[in-house]
């Protein structure tokens, strides 16, 4: 069974304090790994999608990398606007994403 | 363009009664998908299709849900009779293509029995 834990649940930085999101995860077949932004009250919100060890992806203040084991999220010099719930999931052989439950973080100006 | 649209945002209903969740996928999406998120547990997949046919319903929890795609256009997701477990928030997606492609969600339905 295809399993994501995700870490630390919460995560308070001040604005401008770096710091990274992980997600560990075990599946059968990894067919690639995503990453959402979920504010609340609304639906998920895609990121990134990393499909292979060794790949980085990057968006604005966010860059996502990807092990055998693990993804980061990287977060550099956040702001207030990026607090949020950030999301993992993987699409193993089952071809459905399993999500992890997820690291809210919020940003202190 | 418009994305995932879902239909109510709220719900309360009582034990026993019916609901029918309703998702209008982006224009053009074949892949529609449905997970929910009940009270302090991760978002779990419930069902995939593709166009009008179910392509996997493994995630759909008992006989009590029925999901369906009219055309290949917009989904609903019934509950009937709905148990105090149901309670959650159902969330639809949609995707071009199939597989691991990027998925667009909708805003949720969040359902509560009473």
């Known amino acids: 069974e295809d399993q994501v834990t995700q870490s630390p649940e919460a995560l308070r930085l001040q604005e401008g304090e770096s710091s990274s999101l992980n997600c560990s995860y075990t599946?059968?077949?990894?067919?690639?790994l995503f990453w959402y932004r979920q504010d609340p009250g609304k639906g998920p919100e895609f990121l990134f999608t990393?499909?292979?060890a060794g790949e980085e992806k990057e968006k604005e203040r966010l860059k996502a990398t990807l092990t055998k084991k693990e993804s980061f999220l990287h977060i550099t010099a956040p702001k207030p606007e990026d607090s949020a719930t950030y999301l993992c999931?993987?699409?193993?052989?089952?071809?459905?994403?399993?999500f992890g439950s997820g690291t809210q973080l919020t940003v202190l100006p | 363009e418009a994305g995932v649209t879902q239909f109510p945002s709220h719900s309360v209903i009582e034990k026993g009664q019916t609901v029918t969740l309703r998702c209008d996928p982006i224009?053009?999406?074949?892949?529609l998908y449905w997970y929910r998120r009940v009270m302090g547990k991760e978002i779990k997949f419930l069902l995939h299709?593709?166009?009008?046919?179910?392509?996997?319903e493994s995630g759909m929890p008992n006989n009590r849900f029925l999901a369906e795609r009219t055309g290949g256009t917009y989904s609903t997701l019934k509950v009937q009779p709905a148990e105090l477990e149901d309670s959650g928030v159902y969330f639809c997606?949609?995707?071009?293509?199939?597989?691991?492609?990027?998925?667009?969600f909708g805003q949720g339905t969040r359902l509560t029995v009473v």
């Open positions: 299709f593709v166009k009008e046919s179910k392509q996997d």
């Open positions: 599946v059968s077949g990894l067919r690639g």
């Open positions: 997606a949609s995707s071009l293509q199939g597989g691991y492609t990027e998925a667009f």
């Open positions: 224009s053009g999406h074949d892949n």
């Open positions: 990393l499909y292979s």
């Open positions: 999931a993987v699409g193993g052989s089952a071809r459905q994403l399993t």
